[in-house]
């Protein structure tokens, strides 16, 4: 959009379609069976000492 090259952004559109799909039953996503579903996009995995996971990487995460 800011690059103002919508026929570019046309295609790469174009190339996406069909790739992603929504959760049959909405409820679904919340389910702890279905994690990281067909909706997931953008998450961030957390252990139970507040640490994020990347890969085999960790970073320490607390929320105050």
């Known amino acids: 959009m ?6 570019g952004a046309i295609s790469i559109f174009n190339q996406l379609e069909g790739k992603c799909h ?3 039953e909405y409820l679904n996503i919340h389910e702890i069976a279905n994690r ?5 996009i953008f998450e961030s995995e957390f252990d ?4 994020i ?6 970073l320490n995460m607390l929320f105050l």
């Open 2 to 7: 800011w690059l103002k090259d919508y026929s």
């Open 22 to 24: 929504l959760e049959d």
């Open 36 to 40: 990281n579903g067909k909706e997931s």
């Open 48 to 51: 139970e000492k507040r640490r």
């Open 53 to 58: 996971k990347r890969g085999k990487y960790s």
